[in-house]
């Protein structure tokens, strides 16, 4: 799939959290991946870890929908690696050496790890090269298991065999992935090494780590799962495997939350071992291979990259209202697929809410298809729309389909949406239209056209439907060849409460249904995502078209300040078909939001001078009355 190659990418379905980096609020950005590395990795040492979160093997299976067991191979192979744990060596110091047993003054035999490289290598790079030999010896064994198994007579229990390269990236950056050096990482078999086919990232510490883990190796392995998060769009998790000292941890990125989930010892911290030791090592090898031959739809991806990305089907499951899909993934096209055809750049969180957008097509139809995760306490972006739908809302796009990936994982939920291709951005439609003419009637109509068009949407979404957008930004506004306006990226939007909804009547208790029936229907808690999305009514929304109210803590919203954010929409395009992005117009400076709403209140004030402080200097006379009118309205 060409990334965000396609033509149409410009005009996406840009969401909120694709603000134009000139106008995003400075410290809500992260430094640059050509910036220091040490500035880059302490942001996200503190984005992250304070979701830091210890996690018992068997429970972080059960979160996967795996067996949740301890360990995994205790009925299929409860030997299966024995052998390899009674001859591991022991880290002493700076070196690794044989170990022994207790009481015994006889060195364990070396078994398959005689003559090994790592022996004659010192710190980090010891530890690095025992992995990668242990590692080759796991999938040795594992084959070996599976050919006694299949002479066996009716008793051969077969275990998984080899499914990833396992690679060193020590010395050498990973292509793509920027000025990144993680120690080892398994690649998806039979693919290119770079950035976008890492299956599982490796980083290797001499030192025991005790308690927490450091702000700087966090903030490293930190770096390392957000080149991963940017470059794999069907990603569900990031894993990092992080071997300290004799010990392996498995540390976990979901949206929500960075989880540490503790393996065990790989080799021995003292001379002498006994029996309880070796079953100890062995138990961390049965995991540790668990973990990397688990196909990818089941460990960090909601589908098997192993086949190719081209093209999606989505299948949902029997009952023809059901709201859960699984995702498959080829690289042939079907008549029921999505076909992959570009990706729309946007800004990546290495944290909580984040959402894809592709080019695509569907059913031989230019398309949108958008992968968004969202907490399971805030409202569905696809339950939205299908309320709009019900309620006949004009000016919102259509959806061919729609689905739950991921009901409940870690706290997110996963949707897909496929949406019809809605046309432009209003500046971008102006401009081919009318080459940013201003002063022209043909200028003016298509201006009023949108304005009036939004309007239409955001009041009947209201008044219909009980929701409002809270997010209506340049972005968000699409504007179709034949002058067609459609709303999108309805994923902040807010149902009002049920004790908000105006009237008894027959309309009042039909919208009320609805909503229930939705509710049942995507899988939320009706009252919980109310409470929540009514508790973050002062924090949604994109900054520089905010209302003045929201800008100044306003607990509660209305329809008015949608409406006031379009005024800002359209203040903004203005300004910019005249003006440079690099010059900034006092209304739409980058302050604090309470110093922004002051600045705002003044700027407004006068009808006379308004407009010189959005940065329009100059326009048909038609036009600021228009722009007058909807100040007047507002305010």
């Known amino acids: 799939m060409a990334a965000s190659a396609s033509a149409r990418s410009g005009n996406a379905m840009v969401a909120s959290n694709t603000t134009p980096a000139a106008i995003r609020t400075k410290d809500s950005l992260p430094p640059s991946d050509d910036k220091k590395l040490e500035g880059r990795r302490k942001w996200l040492y503190n984005e992250l870890w304070d979701r830091g979160e210890t996690m018992d093997f068997h429970v972080f299976l059960g979160h996967l929908t795996l067996p949740p067991v301890d360990d995994p191979f205790e009925i299929v192979a409860p030997r299966l690696f024995h052998s390899l744990a009674e001859s591991a060596p022991f880290l002493n110091v700076n070196r690794m050496t044989q170990a022994r047993m207790e009481g015994s003054a006889v060195l364990q035999p070396s078994g398959a790890f005689e003559n090994s490289s790592f022996f004659t290598l010192d710190k980090e790079k010891a530890v690095n090269a025992y992995f990668q030999r242990l590692v080759d010896l796991m999938y040795d064994e594992a084959a070996i298991h599976n050919a006694d198994s299949d002479q066996a007579e009716g008793n051969g229990k077969r275990v998984p065999e080899r499914m990833y390269d396992l690679a060193d990236y020590q010395t050498k950056e990973i292509p793509g992935g920027g000025k990144h050096t993680m120690d080892l990482a398994f690649f998806y078999p039979r693919r290119p090494e770079s950035i976008n086919n890492v299956h599982i990232i490796v980083e290797a510490k001499l030192a025991k780590i005790r308690g927490k883990i450091s702000a700087k190796t966090f903030g490293q392995i930190s770096d390392y799962q957000y080149s991963v998060w940017k470059a794999q769009r069907t990603r569900a998790f990031v894993p990092v495997l992080l071997l300290h000292g004799t010990q392996l941890d498995l540390v976990v990125f979901t949206r929500a939350h960075g989880y540490r989930v503790r393996l065990g010892p790989v080799c021995y911290d003292k001379k002498s071992v006994c029996e309880q030791d070796i079953r100890d090592v062995r138990l961390t090898m049965a995991r540790l291979y668990y973990l990397i031959t688990r196909p990818s739809e089941s460990f960090g991806h909601i589908c098997d990259v192993r086949k190719g990305q081209e093209h999606l089907r989505f299948v949902h499951g029997s009952g023809k209202d059901s709201i859960l899909a699984v995702a498959k993934s080829s690289r042939k096209s079907r008549t029921d697929s999505v076909s992959l055809t570009g990706y729309v750049e946007r800004f990546i969180n290495p944290r909580n809410r984040l959402a894809h957008v592709f080019d695509t097509l569907y059913l031989k139809t230019s398309t949108f298809l958008k992968l968004s995760w969202t907490p399971v306490d805030r409202m569905p972006e696809g339950a939205v729309y299908e309320i709009l739908e019900k309620v006949r809302v004009k000016g919102v796009p259509k959806l061919h389909a729609q689905g739950l990936l991921k009901e409940n994982f870690f706290g997110y939920r996963l949707e897909y949406l496929i949406l019809e291709d809605c046309g432009s951005s209003i500046e971008a439609y102006l401009v081919s239209r009318h080459k940013g003419d201003l002063w022209s009637d043909a200028f003016y109509e298509s201006v009023k056209s949108i304005v009036q068009q939004t309007l239409r949407c955001?009041?009947?979404?209201?008044?219909?439907?009980?929701?409002?957008?809270?997010?209506?930004?340049?972005?968000?506004?699409?504007?179709?060849?034949?002058?067609?306006?459609?709303?999108?990226?309805?994923?902040?939007?807010?149902?009002?409460?049920?004790?908000?909804?105006?009237?008894?009547?027959?309309?009042?208790?039909?919208?009320?249904?609805?909503?229930?029936?939705?509710?049942?229907?995507?899988?939320?808690?009706?009252?919980?995502v109310l409470g929540n999305e009514e508790a973050h009514d002062p924090l949604t929304g994109t900054q520089l078209y905010m209302s003045i109210p929201v800008l100044a803590g306003a607990t509660v919203r209305g329809v008015s300040d949608d409406i006031e954010s379009l005024f800002y929409v359209v203040l903004y395009v203005l300004a910019s078909l005249q003006t440079t992005r690099d010059k900034v117009a006092c209304g739409f400076d980058e302050l604090k939001n309470m110093t922004l709403a002051a600045v705002r209140a003044g700027c407004l004030a006068d009808e006379a001078t308004f407009l010189r402080f959005f940065g329009i200097s100059s326009c048909s006379a038609k036009l600021r009355k228009l722009l007058c009118d909807l100040r007047r309205f507002l305010f």
Do not use: P
């Open 458 to 528: 955001l009041v009947q979404a209201r008044v219909k439907g009980d929701i409002l957008h809270r997010d209506v930004s340049i972005g968000n506004i699409r504007v179709a060849r034949d002058g067609t306006v459609k709303i999108i990226d309805w994923g902040y939007a807010k149902v009002i409460d049920d004790k908000d909804m105006d009237g008894d009547d027959e309309a009042a208790r039909g919208r009320k249904a609805l909503l229930a029936t939705t509710a049942k229907r995507w899988k939320y808690d009706s009252n919980e």
